[in-house]
């Protein structure tokens, strides 16, 4: 007969503490268990969102840690290399891994672990901590970057606030904008000054679209949202915890849309009622409604 593997995950409790009972647990814990050895099925974007964010970085953190505990010579490393180069320990090049023919402006601050790409730009005042930053991205002045994995090609403008966000290749998120716990997909924009809320103010349950694309609870108090590829949102937008907006949908800031609290299907989209709407082509038709290849 066949046994069970059992294998230990190595579990660790990380995350925020003393946060507001309202938006955490009863002893205001924000917290997720995460593995330093991880397998993760992925069926829906929330998945995305668990293997790049708590899968990903949290535990990358959590395997550096674990390192620094238990190996004094890789401390050592650290403390050497911290003092040659005059950084602060989280700013050392052992922590921080930039690429090739970078251009990062003095006054930016990174804060490893931290991976950084080739032909990356970025500007004075920039806040980096604990991200993934592909190639080919740039990142402007101000701009705040947490727990976030930015995708090959991305432009980030001036002030762009990006908080446990994975973003796919060739994005855009435009100045003033605010994105907390979403996934963005590739070749998608979002225009200035849009927000995406992560909590409830009436303190129900967050629910979003799991593996069959139904509606189910999240088991979660915050999360933000999902847009996925090809999308177009205009500026001034405001979205609502978990919602998703399908592929290829153009959003118009307009009377009765600037605010959106329900899932956006394609055929919401707004460039239907555009002239010359059909400039934007359809690059990601669902499953089974035609033959076109994704790129």
Same mark, same amino acid.
Not at 197 to 224: F, Q, W
């Given at each position: 007969?066949?046994?069970?593997?059992?294998?230990?995950?190595?579990?660790?409790?990380?995350?925020?503490?003393?946060?507001?009972?309202?938006?955490?647990?009863?002893?205001?814990?924000?917290?997720?268990?995460?593995?330093?050895?991880?397998?993760?099925?992925?069926?829906?974007?929330?998945?995305?969102?668990?293997?790049?964010?708590?899968?990903?970085?949290?535990?990358?953190?959590?395997?550096?840690?674990?390192?620094?505990?238990?190996?004094?010579?890789?401390?050592?490393?650290?403390?050497?290399?911290?003092?040659?180069?005059?950084?602060?320990?989280?700013?050392?090049?052992?922590?921080?891994?930039?690429? *090739? #023919? +970078?251009? =990062?402006?003095?006054?930016?601050? %990174?804060?490893?672990?931290? &991976? !950084?790409?080739?032909? /990356?730009?970025?500007?004075?005042?920039?806040?980096?901590?604990?991200?993934?930053?592909?190639?080919?991205?740039?990142?402007?002045?101000?701009?705040?970057?947490?727990?976030?994995?930015?995708?090959?090609?991305?432009?980030?403008?001036?002030?762009?606030?990006?908080?446990?966000?994975?973003?796919?290749?060739?994005?855009?998120?435009?100045?003033?904008?605010?994105?907390?716990?979403?996934?963005?997909?590739?070749?998608?924009?979002?225009?200035?000054?849009?927000?995406?809320?992560?909590?409830?103010?009436?303190?129900?349950?967050?629910?979003?679209?799991?593996?069959?694309?139904?509606?189910?609870?999240?088991?979660?108090?915050?999360?933000?949202?999902?847009?996925? *590829? #090809? +999308?177009? =949102?205009?500026?001034?937008?405001? %979205?609502?915890?978990?919602? &998703? !907006?399908?592929?290829? /949908?153009?959003?118009?800031?307009?009377?009765?849309?600037?605010?959106?609290?329900?899932?956006?299907?394609?055929?919401?989209?707004?460039?239907?009622?555009?002239?010359?709407?059909?400039?934007?082509?359809?690059?990601?038709?669902?499953?089974?409604?035609?033959?076109?290849?994704?790129?």
């Amino acid at each position: 007969d066949a046994e069970p593997l059992v294998i230990d995950l190595q579990a660790r409790e990380i995350g925020y503490y003393h946060v507001p009972t309202y938006m955490a647990s009863e002893c205001g814990d924000l917290v997720y268990q995460v593995p330093l050895r991880a397998l993760i099925a992925i069926d829906c974007w929330l998945h995305v969102f668990f293997a790049d964010i708590v899968f990903g970085l949290f535990a990358r953190g959590a395997r550096f840690e674990d390192r620094l505990k238990r190996d004094l010579g890789y401390k050592l490393k650290i403390l050497g290399k911290a003092a040659y180069e005059g950084r602060q320990l989280l700013e050392c090049s052992e922590l921080v891994r930039i690429g *090739h #023919n +970078c251009v =990062i402006d003095p006054r930016a601050v %990174i804060h490893g672990p931290t &991976t !950084i790409g080739d032909n /990356v730009t970025i500007g004075a005042g920039a806040v980096i901590e604990n991200c993934i930053v592909g190639s080919n991205v740039n990142i402007s002045q101000d701009c705040q970057l947490m727990l976030s994995v930015v995708g090959d090609g991305t432009f980030l403008p001036f002030r762009a606030s990006l908080f446990m966000i994975t973003i796919m290749e060739n994005g855009m998120v435009a100045q003033n904008t605010c994105l907390q716990m979403c996934v963005i997909g590739r070749n998608t924009f979002i225009g200035a000054g849009t927000t995406f809320t992560d909590y409830n103010l009436i303190p129900k349950p967050i629910r979003a679209r799991d593996g069959s694309d139904k509606l189910a609870n999240a088991n979660r108090p915050v999360l933000g949202g999902c847009v996925r *590829h #090809n +999308c177009r =949102i205009g500026a001034g937008m405001l %979205i609502y915890p978990a919602r &998703t !907006i399908e592929s290829d /949908v153009v959003l118009i800031a307009q009377k009765g849309t600037r605010v959106i609290d329900h899932d956006i299907q394609y055929e919401d989209s707004d460039h239907h009622a555009l002239e010359e709407g059909n400039r934007h082509v359809r690059l990601y038709p669902r499953r089974g409604e035609s033959d076109l290849v994704s790129w």
